[in-house]
């Protein structure tokens, strides 16, 4: 199959294309996040209904994502692609005429079956188009302009959701994704396999796909009510049982969706490890120190969305150098030490207590948030690379679909685990310091029944105004030691992801270091 150079003109609109596309569907997921209080606000929604708004995106995202790759491999990474975008757009159009939360919730599941088509194919186009030689330089260009936009999402948000015009963060999708749909029309040309078998596999695709439904809505509910109920058992035990079936059938398939030999490949699999365990430390850190600074710290949505802005500027200053270091010297070295760094950032931010608001940033989060984004900016271009390049050029769009579900999946379990586990963290240390507290045991019970809301938990009417004040720094103080445990547990992940680096990636399976 036939390269272009990064910097040809056909290189230049295959970039600009793919960057506005990914930049469309990070942007829609970051900032809405943000405007959720508004949104919750005009359409009456309860905290369930928020739930699903979020999550009817992410459950069809995590279903279909593999589906999503394998469709560009075998049908055409143009074709999917721009078929993709123009359901994402015409989902994002119908959620911002939304009139009611059935209907947004409807909508967003749209959204989610165009993304699963088009996040994928980004990376597949940008893997299967540029020359092997310039590969982590473009990937690293992609990286560093969609983390921009992502980071930008949280202060897109909370300006339009401060001005009441929050359904334009889904509005906002539609000229955008016009946009990148007339640059692939015109500009790009069809990627596609000419030995590629055409026929799908049916019979996998749809035990792939509910198999990670099951898994992902098995997460989902675990916070709400506990493993022992059967919507989570009994959907984890459904997933994990079709995966099983998944694999069967993939074994014995003429026409796999998924080829298991790629796993064969030490790289591939470590690569893949390494995404899961560093993004769920990661998603999960960055969760619960945004609850921090708006819940505890008193910092507004949007203070709180620029906190984050030295780590958008080591994205675009690093980001591309580390993709073109790793072209020269191979992923390894960057998928080593990246994480390590980015754990022990994560670390850092652990050791935060309460401050005096945003006059303490630069002394408080920004070290630990400078050293997490060096970490993530040396890693995330050499990161795709490495699973990119570790796979023959037909199976690019099947490579991303397995990376881009690992990472997912993995915002999923953080999500979920990491919820559940911060309640127990935050219960225990407040149980501590009630005992301290003259109250009486009803009293008790009403401080300890508001722990599930963490750190926006509220001094019940019980409470007399003399232990006001006493159970707010409670709560607060709770949930700072909450915090604290949860972003250990996240640099473990963050650490344990620069292991899987040391142990199984090797920089000579690479189609570019082989030549």
Not at 161 to 175: E, K, Q, S, T
Not at 340 to 351: D, H, P, Q, R
Not at 366 to 394: E, I, K, Q, R
Not at 412 to 427: D, E, H, P, Y
């Amino acid at each position: 199959m036939p390269t272009v150079s990064l910097n040809s003109t056909a290189g230049r609109w295959i970039m600009v294309s793919t960057i506005l596309a990914s930049a469309m569907a990070f942007i829609d997921a970051t900032a809405l996040n943000v405007v959720l209080p508004a949104l919750q606000q005009s359409l009456q929604a309860t905290g369930a209904d928020l739930f699903w708004i979020l999550n009817a995106y992410l459950l069809m995202l995590a279903s279909l994502i593999l589906i999503g790759g394998a469709m560009g491999d075998k049908l055409g990474r143009k074709k999917i692609f721009m078929l993709g975008i123009f359901i994402f757009i015409t989902g994002s159009a119908a959620c911002g005429l939304a009139g009611s939360v059935m209907l947004l919730v409807v909508f967003r599941v749209l959204q989610g079956i165009g993304g699963a088509l088009m996040i994928p194919g980004s990376l597949s186009l940008i893997s299967s188009s540029i020359n092997a030689q310039e590969r982590g330089k473009a990937i690293g260009t992609w990286s560093a302009f969609t983390t921009v936009v992502t980071m930008g999402g949280p202060i897109l948000g909370g300006a339009l959701a401060d001005a009441g015009l929050w359904r334009y963060i889904f509005f906002i999708n539609v000229p955008i994704g016009i946009a990148a749909l007339f640059m692939l029309g015109f500009k790009v040309k069809e990627i596609k396999d000419d030995n590629s078998n055409t026929q799908l596999d049916v019979a996998g695709a749809i035990t792939i796909a509910i198999s990670l439904a099951s898994i992902t809505f098995g997460f989902l509910r675990f916070p709400a009510v506990g493993f022992n109920n059967p919507q989570v058992y009994g959907t984890l035990g459904l997933g994990v049982i079709l995966l099983i079936v998944f694999i069967i059938i993939e074994m014995k398939s003429s026409h796999p969706m998924m080829p298991l030999n790629l796993f064969n490949n030490t790289t591939f699999s470590g690569a893949n490890l390494l995404t899961f365990f560093l993004y769920a430390g990661l998603g999960a850190g960055m969760l619960f120190m945004s609850l921090n600074l708006v819940q505890v710290q008193g910092y507004s949505q949007l203070q709180s969305g620029l906190t984050f802005l030295p780590f958008t500027v080591l994205m675009v200053t690093i980001a591309r150098f580390a993709g073109s270091m790793a072209d020269k010297l191979g992923p390894r070295l960057f998928l080593i030490f990246g994480p390590a760094i980015a754990g022990t950032g994560l670390f850092m931010l652990s050791f935060v207590k309460q401050t005096a608001g945003p006059h303490d940033y630069w002394f408080t989060f920004f070290p630990g948030v400078f050293v997490l984004g060096l970490g993530m900016s040396l890693t995330v271009a050499p990161l795709t690379a490495a699973v990119m390049g570790s796979v023959s050029d037909h199976f690019s769009g099947t490579a991303s679909g397995i990376n881009n579900a690992m990472t997912r999946i993995s915002g999923v379990f953080a999500n979920a685990i990491f919820g559940a586990l911060a309640v127990v963290f935050f219960s225990g240390a407040l149980q501590q310091q009630l005992q301290t507290i003259p109250l009486n045991a009803k009293a008790k019970q009403a401080v300890m029944h508001q722990a599930a809301d963490l750190g926006n938990a509220k001094v019940p009417a019980i409470i007399d105004a003399a232990n006001h004040s006493v159970i707010k720094k409670a709560y607060h103080t709770g949930f700072i030691a909450a915090y604290a445990n949860i972003m250990r547990i996240s640099a473990a992940l963050g650490f344990l992801g620069a292991l899987m680096a040391l142990i199984f990636i090797r920089s000579r399976h690479l189609k570019a270091a082989a030549g």
